[in-house]
Each structure stands twice: as C-alpha cells, then as structure tokens.
C-alpha cells in the first residue's frame, strides 16, 4: 500500500532541552559548526544514519536519549552556549548598522529558487545557490532582507541512474511539517491566506512558510492547500516543470503573491516595509506589476506614475547570456491571465515587448520595472548591455544602463571547517569565521607548507571514502551485485591528482569536452607516474534529451573496466555531495563556450578550499585569473565550426594537464610537498579567497544598487507621491516632443592648424527643441578615439552649457579637451535630463548630431 500523506512525529522535548527547537528552525546551523556538533551529539550513530540533518536527528531522537540529556550537565552547558551564540548573532549591530538612515529600513529579494541545504531542495543550480548564499551573507552583514520564493513539494528532483547510463527523475514529496519552515499565522492562529486572481473567475489560494536564515526571513508560498480546486494544488508542485501555462502561474503566485506575502509577514510581525524590490532574474517580475496595482488603489497613481514610482525603488538581476535561457509567454496568455487583474492590459503589455510581437519577455520587462539592473560578473555586464542594447535604441552598449556585480559565494559555508580553523590559527584579525561574516586567509604564508598540504591531503581522501561510498551505491543501484563491487573498495587513491567537474548539464557548459580525444584522456588518467582521477557530476533538465545524451556518454566512458578507479560520475548532485567536491578536488575544471557563462561559481567554492581553477576564461574567472590561481584555457572563440573549437579548446585542456598542472603536482621536494603547488594554494586562499566571498558581492549590492534605490523610492514617493505625478506627466511630455528634437549645426573654434595634446576645441552646437525647454535636455559633447568608419571608442562625455535661446533654436557650448594623441572625433548630442534619473540613458531616446 502507499501512504496517501506523510507526515513526521517528533518526540516533545523536555523543558530543559528547549532551545534545541529555536536552534533547529534557525537554517544558520547549515553554515556554523559549533550548532552541528551540537546536534550529532544528540546521538553521533543517528546524526550519521540521518546523513547530518539536524531537522531528522531531532525527529527522530528517542524520548529516552532526550531524557537522558536533559539531566547531562555538560550537554546543557553546551547547548546554551550554542544558544546564545545564536542570540548575540541575531542581535548584536553588524556592519549594516552602520550605514545610516540612506539604507533601506527593508530589502525584498525574489527569486524562484533558493539553495540553502540539501535539507531544502528548492533550487536547481547556481542561480538557486547564489540566492541561498546572497541571504546567508545579508544574515551576517545585518542586512534587513526578506525572502521570497516558492515552497515547491517536490522541490527540483532527485538524479539516478538506468543501467545504461540513462538518467531518471525522482520527485520525491516534501512535508513542510517535517522541514524546518514556520506557517505564518494571523493572530487568532488560522494561517494566513494569500489569493491571486485567476483567468475565468478562479483564484489562486496559499500559505506561507517561513524558513529563518540567521537574521534573514525567507517566505516560501505553498499552493498545496485545501483552500484550493485540485488544479491549482498543484500550482507549486516542482521547479521547472509544466507547460507555459502552468509556468505562468507559478510566476504570479511567486511576484503577485510574493507582494502580498511580505505585506502580510511585515504587518503581523511589525518588519518594515521592504523599501527597495529585488528581482533575481526575470521569474519574480510580476512584483512589480502588483506594486502599480497596488499604488493605483492606495493613491489613486495612474499606472505610468505608479510606474515612476516603482522603477525607483527596483533591482533587476540578470543572470544569463544565453538568448534561449530567456523567459517568455505568448503575449495572448498573458492578455488572458491579467484581464481582471486590476492595471490596464494595454499598458502592461509594452513592459514586456520584444523583437516577437507575440511574445512577452520577463527580462525585458525585468529591465523596464527596475531602474538599477546589472549582470553577475564583469564580462557578464558587457555581454547584456550587448544582448538587451535594442531596448535603448540609439545608444551604445557601454551606455546601456546595466551594470555589473561579480557574484560571490558563503565562505562559511563551503569553506572547510580544517581550512576555517588552519586560518583561524593563522590570520591577523581574530576568529575568521566571524568577522563580519567574511573568511580571512591574510595569514596563509604563515601556515609551513607541509601543514596546509597535510590538509589537503586530508580533503582529498575524504573525498576518495565519499566517491567510494558513492560509486557503490551508483553500481547496486543500477542493478550490479554485491560480489562483483570489491573494485570500488580501491576505487581512486588520496595520493593522486583529483579534478573535479560539476555543474548543470546545459550544452554550452560541455560536460563532455574531455571526451574529445578518449585515448589522450584514457592515457592521462591511467599514467602510471603521475596519473590524474575525475569526479563528474550534474543534472540535465528533465526535458533536456540532448542532456541526457551527454551524461549517458559520459557514464558509459567511466563504466569501462579499466578505467572505472581514476573517474566516476557520480548521480544527485547536490549540495550535500557538492561540498565534499569543493572541499577534496585539487583542480576545478570549467570549460564552456565562452562567453555564455554568467558568473559560474563553483569554482569560487573550490578556490576558498585551495582548489586551483582549471578554466575558460568566461564568467568570473576572466576577471580574477591571476595568474598563480590556477591555469586559463585558451578560448577559441573566433572559430565559428563548433567542432573544430571543442577540438582546440579541448587539445588546449590536455596539453595544459600534461605539461603545467601535472608536472607541478608530482614535483615534490624531501618531504613530499610539492612546494610550488602550495605556492599557488597560498596566493588562492590569500589573493582570490576575499573577492569571491557573498559578504563582499553583498556589499557591493548594498552599495551601489539598494541604497541609491532607496533614495529613489523615497523621492518618488515624497509628498504623496508627488514627484511620481510630475516625473510621469514630465516624460510623456518629453517623448511627444522628441520627434522634433534636433542638433542643426555645430562649429568648432581654437583647433589651429595643428592640434596639440592639452590643448582644447571651443564647440558650439545649435540645438532645435520644438515643444521643450532647454531644461528638459542634456546636451553632451562626446569624444573619443575614432576608427576608419568613423566609429568612436572610449568615450569621454562633457555636458554643454545653455547660452542662448532664439524661439525654439538654443545654442549651448563647450570646450573639449585633446586628450589623447592620434586619431581623435568629437559628436553632440542630446538626451532628455531628469533629476530622477540614474543615468541619461534612462528614457532610451538620444539624438546624435
Ligand atoms: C555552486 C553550485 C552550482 C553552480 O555552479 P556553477 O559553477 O555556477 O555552474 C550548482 N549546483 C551546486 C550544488 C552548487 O553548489
């Protein structure tokens, strides 16, 4: 018989083990060791049974073991020790606390996914786990964000295995009674109810669960309630699955929805109000839309006011390069879904208008709701002002108002606690897993190389036992028997050169590129000097055939016989088997076509362990490789023949293996330390440790997008929104005008016969503005270097003084330095100018002389 629900019983716990249920429910045991310890000590056989689960060791502990404990005096001492760690933690001012009133009172973060603990499956790959490690380092910054996601029950799926290598998907259902999530009650402690309104007169019904992040909330709503017709249960039943429309659903109950949830979570538990709206990527885009029918109610906005008003205070983070990767619905859906919702249809829709006029594109509309946006690494910003450059027509890229920040990733937790502590003996500025949530290794060069080395060692075979214990289940599972497995007893050696590759099964990240040449790979593992062994691992889309493809070649390669000790590809990636990835591999590869990686940050995670990156340099590896941080993959990124650019970039990878990362790891001095490899583990931990860390990406974030948001928002919303009003009726009077804006004429004086560097052009420009006043403009002089075409380079831009007016004719000039020697150009033109701008750019209309 199967079980039509589960639910989980858990033993109550005695008076004097209490703090135990506030410390369970507090997710900041994912990160910090000294509350996990505590919890395998409950009982260490069951902490190992449950696979360290706190949630399950508590579940499951025996009512006699809890009475046992709770008249252990060193126990309790320990217990509330842990306890009011926890407390100082939640309370005490960090760095936040010292920004001033600019900062946002409250920050809402949205995104469809977030990886926090295997223990939570709510997440598919990088773009969940960022989101998990962007709360953890808001936690430890003190900054007053709130989550808000979806509590899908079967979460992403669970990865096995056929017996020829073909992969399958298990949805395994999740109850929230059995996860460490809180309903949100109303006072008289009915749960309360959000509703998002539905095609046809239906309605979308749900419960919040709150998961607590150290200081961070994190609202996950749950569509599986009775409240709701059997079709719309199953609104949040997986991540990623369905069709469009069901897509659609889940994308309003998480932006419509989600807008209600934190309302509701702020009034009953007194949080302010988020001031600034965070999107993580285009899925969460809705909110926005709910914030205008929200201002058009309350305050009677227009919907282009409550626009204005809403842009102020919203962040848009895209996340991929990759056209394909972009979330769109039929225009007519979404006509359908917003019919009644309560803002003109006719004005939504050009939110997310593209080159497709049937199609609506969430990251479009992402980019018109959010008045800040950025892109997740360096060349990431470059490569989407590129890609989304049609949205601000007339412009050039670098004008494209998308900025960058790099992403980064939780030190404390993907940092060994072995490393953590290594550095905690070493470092100048006191106990490095606390000092304001950054991970310091400034002390590196202190610690002796065969200590750090020693601790490498230790990662590694810790990783051999794993991928042992791992390759045998793989093997049972996939129909082997017990008597044909004493192979994998001595599967993979701790003493060899250990490369790990992990990461979602999209074609462009190539899991299969070191196949290329199987015989040079075959050759490169099975060396018998100085061999190398391969961990692989990833899911593939479950609607992703060619996914699939690429995983079963891949598991076929490693099921030879001869092979099957140096490499494995190991089912179920997921946080709890990244970690032991991240912790043991000495090289981290990472080949895709570049540049479609956004950021990548697997490899940060290997960097903050002394993992040396192996990598294309696309993502966060063009900014950070150094050099003595690992090796760059020549990219063949001219070549067009797809074949023939695997077949370089792979040639590349193993000609890199064979005469740099593997002569460096096998050369070791009298005591068996390769000191020149040590060398490079130092200048990781040291130089590249701090930039990746989420505390600095959060900072950053803080900096220069939430708190000039907020100042934002705050303009806007000054006055009963009174600068909204006037900001809204100010650009729809500009954009009628724009039409008859014109540059007439320019003229240069001072230029001599021989320009000379310092020296200077006096331009003059008459501009024709019918309709508008010199004060609804910005006109520029723009400079640069100049190509044949005539093209500009390296921009520099001055604004023009006004001088004088002669009806709809004004003459405004500047004078342009010669700054540079060489081939030199000059332009003006003129963009409409409003105080409420981030930059000039912002209206997307220009006119260039
Ligand atoms: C870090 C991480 C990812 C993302 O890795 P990329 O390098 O960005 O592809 C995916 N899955 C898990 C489990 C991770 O820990």
């Given at each position: 018989?199967?079980?039509?629900?589960?639910?989980?019983?858990?033993?109550?716990?005695?008076?004097?083990?209490?703090?135990?249920?506030?410390?369970?429910?507090?997710?900041?045991?994912?990160?910090?060791?000294?509350?996990?310890?505590?919890?395998?000590?409950?009982?260490?056989?069951?902490?190992?049974?449950?696979?360290?689960?706190?949630?399950?060791?508590?579940?499951?502990?025996?009512?006699?073991?809890?009475?046992?404990?709770?008249?252990?005096?060193?126990?309790?001492?320990?217990?509330?020790?842990?306890?009011?760690?926890?407390?100082?933690?939640?309370?005490?001012?960090?760095?936040?606390?010292?920004?001033?009133?600019?900062?946002?009172?409250?920050?809402?973060?949205?995104?469809?996914?977030?990886?926090?603990?295997?223990?939570?499956?709510?997440?598919?790959?990088?773009?969940?786990?960022?989101?998990?490690d962007h709360l953890k380092a808001a936690s430890d910054l003190g900054v007053p964000l709130i989550g808000v996601g979806l509590l899908y029950r079967s979460g992403y799926f669970s990865q096995g295995l056929s017996p020829d290598g073909w992969q399958l998907e298990h949805y395994p259902a999740l109850d929230p009674h059995g996860l460490p999530l809180k309903l949100l009650r109303e006072p008289d402690r009915t749960a309360v109810v959000i509703s998002v309104p539905l095609p046809e007169g239906r309605t979308l019904h749900a419960h919040v669960y709150r998961a607590q992040v150290g200081r961070v909330s994190l609202l996950l709503l749950d569509s599986d309630i009775e409240e709701n017709a059997p079709a719309e249960r199953g609104v949040t039943d997986r991540l990623y699955g369905g069709g469009e429309d069901h897509r659609l659903r889940q994308e309003m109950l998480l932006g419509v929805g989600g807008v209600r949830a934190v309302r509701a979570f702020c009034s009953l538990t007194g949080t302010p109000q988020p001031e600034v709206f965070h999107a993580n990527e285009g899925h969460a885009g809705f909110q926005g839309v709910e914030r205008i029918r929200e201002l058009t109610e309350s305050h009677g906005l227009s919907f282009s006011e409550a626009l204005q008003a809403v842009r102020g205070g919203t962040v848009f983070t895209t996340h991929t390069p990759v056209p394909a990767g972009i979330d769109r619905f039929p225009k007519a859906l979404i006509e359908r879904y917003f019919a009644g919702f309560g803002v003109p249809v006719e004005q939504l829709l050009p939110l997310g208008a593209e080159e497709d006029p049937s199609k609506f594109n969430m990251a479009h509309m992402g980019l018109r709701l959010g008045q800040r946006a950025n892109g997740v690494s360096q060349l990431h910003g470059h490569v989407s002002r590129d890609m989304f450059g049609a949205l601000w027509p007339g412009f050039d890229a670098d004008d494209v108002p998308i900025s960058a920040i790099t992403n980064g990733v939780h030190a404390p937790t993907w940092t060994a606690r072995e490393l953590l502590e290594l550095g905690t003996q070493s470092t100048s500025q006191g106990d490095p897993a606390t000092v304001q949530g950054d991970v310091h290794f400034d002390g590196v060069d202190r610690i002796d190389a065969g200590v750090l080395w020693g601790t490498r060692r230790l990662l590694r075979a810790r990783l051999v036992e794993e991928v042992r214990r791992r390759v045998r289940a793989t093997a049972l599972s996939r129909g082997a028997a017990e008597a044909e497995l004493g192979w994998t007893e001595t599967a993979f050696d701790p003493d060899v050169l250990t490369i790990g590759f992990a990461r979602r099964v999209p074609s462009y990240k190539r899991l299969t590129l070191m196949l290329k040449d199987p015989a040079r790979l075959k050759a490169l593992l099975l060396d018998t000097d100085r061999p190398l062994q391969l961990v692989i691992a990833g899911k593939s889309h479950p609607?992703?055939?060619?996914?699939?493809?690429?995983?079963?070649?891949?598991?076929?390669?490693?099921?030879?016989?001869?092979?099957?000790?140096?490499?494995?590809?190991?089912?179920?990636?997921?946080?709890?088997?990244?970690?032991?990835l991240y912790w043991g591999c000495d090289v981290w590869l990472n080949n895709p076509l570049r540049p479609l990686e956004a950021c990548g940050t697997s490899g940060m995670k290997s960097a903050l362990n002394g993992g040396l990156n192996l990598s294309i340099r696309d993502g966060w590896w063009d900014e950070w490789f150094d050099g003595q941080n690992g090796w760059a993959i020549p990219t063949a990124e001219g070549v067009s023949d797809h074949d023939r650019r695997?077949?370089?970039?792979?040639?590349?990878?193993?000609?890199?293996?064979?005469?740099?990362?593997?002569?460096?790891?096998?050369?070791?001095?009298?005591?068996?330390?390769?000191?020149?490899?040590?060398?490079?583990?130092?200048?990781?931990?040291?130089?590249t440790g701090p930039k990746v860390?989420?505390?600095?990406?959060?900072?950053?974030?803080?900096?220069?997008?939430?708190?000039?948001?907020?100042?934002?928002?705050?303009?806007?919303?000054?006055?009963?929104?009174?600068?909204?009003?006037?900001?809204?009726?100010?650009?729809?009077?500009?954009?009628?005008?724009?039409?008859?804006?014109?540059?007439?004429?320019?003229?240069?004086?001072?230029?001599g016969e021989t320009p000379e560097i310092g020296g200077g052009i006096d331009l003059r420009a008459e501009v024709e503005l019918p309709g508008l006043t010199p004060h609804d403009v910005l006109v520029e002089a723009a400079f640069g270097r100049v190509d044949d075409a005539d093209g500009l380079h390296q921009v520099t831009t001055v604004p023009m003084a006004h001088e004088t007016t002669e009806g709809s004719r004004h003459w405004f000039s500047a004078t342009v330095p010669l700054t540079r020697t060489g081939a030199f150009g000059y332009t003006v033109r003129v963009l409409p100018h409003s105080e409420h701008a981030a930059v000039p750019a912002e209206l997307g209309v220009v006119v260039n002389a």
């Open positions: 018989m199967r079980a039509l629900r589960r639910l989980t019983v858990r033993a109550s716990l005695p008076e004097a083990l209490r703090p135990l249920s506030q410390l369970v429910t507090n997710l900041r045991w994912s990160w910090h060791w000294e509350t996990r310890d505590l919890f395998e000590a409950l009982d260490p056989e069951l902490w190992e049974s449950c696979g360290g689960d706190p949630v399950k060791v508590l579940g499951e502990v025996s009512a006699e073991r809890l009475a046992t404990l709770a008249e252990d005096p060193e126990f309790l001492r320990r217990m509330h020790a842990v306890a009011e760690d926890l407390r100082t933690y939640l309370d005490a001012p960090h760095w936040y606390q010292s920004l001033g009133d600019g900062a946002p009172a409250s920050i809402a973060y949205f995104s469809a996914e977030f990886g926090i603990t295997e223990v939570l499956p709510q997440y598919s790959g990088g773009l969940g786990i960022l989101a998990g609607a992703d055939d060619g996914g699939k493809q690429l995983i079963q070649q891949m598991v076929k390669f490693a099921d030879d016989p001869e092979i099957r000790h140096r490499i494995a590809f190991l089912p179920n990636y997921d946080i709890g088997m990244a970690r032991y695997d077949e370089v970039e792979a040639q590349a990878i193993y000609e890199l293996l064979d005469r740099q990362v593997l002569p460096r790891f096998y050369e070791v001095d009298a005591d068996g330390v390769p000191t020149r490899w040590v060398e490079m583990i130092r200048d990781t931990l040291r130089e860390q989420a505390t600095r990406m959060v900072r950053d974030y803080v900096e220069q997008l939430y708190v000039p948001a907020a100042g934002a928002a705050r303009a806007m919303a000054d006055g009963g929104y009174e600068a909204a009003r006037s900001e809204a009726s100010w650009r729809s009077h500009v954009l009628e005008n724009w039409h008859g804006v014109r540059v007439a004429h320019v003229e240069a004086t001072g230029v």
